[in-house]
């Protein structure tokens, strides 16, 4: 039997679907920048195609998981995991989205070009959600292995 | 981790002896759950920990402890 639960393995699946996704969304909002491509329609059918690449490779992982494995219901562990990093990813995304306001306003003041472009705004607010998201799930996986 | 200690694998592995999954459906947590007890990786809930003491027919102080108090 393994010596990992159900969602310590939902944790380690998550976070490779997020770092592979996330690495060819990059990829393809750089060539998107280079080709000078990057406005809100083309930015917009770039988050919605990569969404539901992430949402199905999910979907596929843990039916996988579950039918290997077994799915298990959280334990008062699992739980307790799950409320210390989720708070922690919440305030990586806290810090994430004042720092992005903070820009939109001295970026306002300094009437900053491109970086003020709502393309741009968007996917600094998608980046925070994403690496708050990246530290909720290592965090998770630190708890498990380490303790908590 | 750290301030308590256990005795929950000296226990379970007494006379003809308990799995960790036994354990583990008898106190209603995951067997990872119990592993991570056993490791001293996790301390548990005043209820899990008066489950595990029942499930070995022991008072808690037997099972669980202060590790100043050793």
Redesign the interface.
Known sequence: MSSMSFQEKSAWGTLTALLGVGGLYTSSLVNLWRADQLHIPSTFGLMVGFTILLVLVLVGYHILVAAITGAQDEDERDRLIGWRAGSIGGFVLAFGVITIVGHIVVGGLLQGGIWQSPAVIANLLLLAVFIATVVELAVTIWFHRRGI | ?GAIINRVRELRQRGEGMTQ?QLAETV??????I??IE????S??LE?ALKIARAFEQPVEAVFSLAEAE
């Open positions: 981790m999954q209603g947590v995951s067997r990872q759950t592993i991570a490791s001293g990786r996790y548990p809930s899990v």
